[in-house]
């Protein structure tokens, strides 16, 4: 079993302004008594139901910490169904939070941890609409959702090609294997078998056991390597007439929604996408530059990410092979609900593949 994290961590973990939301701070008791759906919190964030939702203009750490996850949760009637605790929120999230960003990752932090749960969540009031609208259970949805927020849990900065290329101690934990994302879930899980952060204490045990082996699936549809097989699946299932009836479908759409809003960047306006490219090619860049001094073999892609039109290059290519027919395959599920994002990404491959040639 999982012990407690000690005292000493726990006092760490508050230093942010969730401390505001402590409800000992509220001058509240007994802890258990304080329900979030009792809370008046407002939302300051714009766009929080839509994909124009941008976390990098947040700096209202409340905002970005608890009330975006507050609001998404409470839309869906997640907080009244699993009767999920203020204090034990907040000290989930300042974990997470604290987890994604203790090595100063430049892209995979908690502004992409959130920025994903809020795509998912922008993905989901879309399906609502469509005839497919109970498709997936509350259940599934608080999975995906929670999947979203945590799928890049500790993220060591680095890709699985580099953590196997280095004999990591995560590479010969699980194998070659999904190393990252196994990682991701697995550490994400401990929280939710720790008490004090656990949110989930409402499950049964055979309900949480079943809610684990969502999760982890949700979170390893988001290994890249999956990305064609996922695709391919998705678009043959969904021809089928009797698509959701088996778990096996709830699974596949719930991988595509998760890898789809995994790539939330790219299907934004080109000014606010253009942050993010770069975020990512920051990351490459000192990776290949780190994989240079060590000896280790260097991905072609990452090279000369500092020259502009390289840059664009790889960014134009990208888009167009991988994240356009995945937000279009989405679409298309959606009854084109989601046409605006592809348009997007066409606008943004035009881009791109003018600067790379105007440079
Ligand atoms: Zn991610």
Same mark, same amino acid.
């Given at each position: ?56 203009? %947040? ?13 998404? *949760? ?8 699993? &009767? ?11 974990? %997470? ?22 795509? %998912? ?47 990591? #101690? *995560?590479?010969?934990?699980?194998? &070659? ?5 196994? $990682? ?50 998705? /678009? ?43 975020? %990512? ?19 072609? $892609? ?44 066409? /606008? ?8 790379? #040639?105007?440079?």
């Amino acid at each position: 079993m999982f012990k407690p994290r000690s005292t000493q961590r726990q006092t760490i973990n508050y230093r942010n302004s969730i401390l505001q939301f402590e409800p000992a701070k509220l001058g509240v008791q007994h802890k258990s008594s304080l329900r979030l759906e009792d809370l008046d919190i407002q939302c300051l964030v714009p766009n929080i139901d839509n994909f124009h939702f941008n976390i990098l203009v %947040v700096d209202d750490m409340m905002q970005k910490q608890l009330v975006v996850v507050v609001e998404i *949760l409470k839309y869906h009637n997640l907080i009244k169904e699993y &009767d999920i605790p203020l204090d034990t929120l907040c000290q989930f999230l300042s974990e %997470v939070e604290y987890k994604y960003n203790k090595k100063n990752n430049v892209f995979h932090n908690y502004d992409h941890g959130i920025s994903v749960m809020q795509n %998912v969540h922008a993905i989901l009031l879309q399906l609502h609409q469509t005839n497919n609208s109970s498709i997936l259970s509350l259940f599934n949805q608080i999975a995906l959702l929670l999947s979203g927020l945590c799928h890049d849990v500790s993220h060591t900065g680095r890709t699985n090609t580099f953590e196997i290329n280095s004999l990591s #101690n *995560l590479a010969i934990r699980y194998h &070659d294997r999904s190393v990252l994302e196994q $990682y991701h879930a697995a550490k994400s899980l401990k929280l939710l078998c720790v008490p004090n952060t656990n949110i989930l204490q409402s499950l049964k045990s055979e309900e949480f056991r079943k809610f684990r082996r969502i999760f982890i699936s949700n979170i390893l549809y988001t290994d890249i390597t999956e990305h064609f097989n996922l695709i391919k699946n998705f /678009e043959t299932k969904i021809l089928e007439q009797n698509f959701g009836s088996q778990d096996e479908d709830i699974k596949l759409l719930s991988g595509m929604i998760i890898h789809t809003s995994d790539f939330t960047g790219g299907a934004k306006q080109f000014e606010l996408s253009k942050q993010w490219s770069f975020k %990512v090619n920051k990351k490459f860049e000192q990776q290949y530059e780190l994989e240079g001094k060590l000896g280790y073999p260097q991905l072609p $892609y990452m090279k000369d990410l500092n020259n502009l039109s390289v840059m664009a290059k790889q960014e134009a290519g990208f888009f167009k092979f991988i994240v356009r027919p995945l937000w279009q395959s989405m679409s298309k599920y959606l009854d084109n609900r989601l046409q605006k994002q592809v348009e997007y990404l066409d /606008e943004k491959i035009q881009k791109w593949e003018e600067i790379a #040639n105007s440079e």
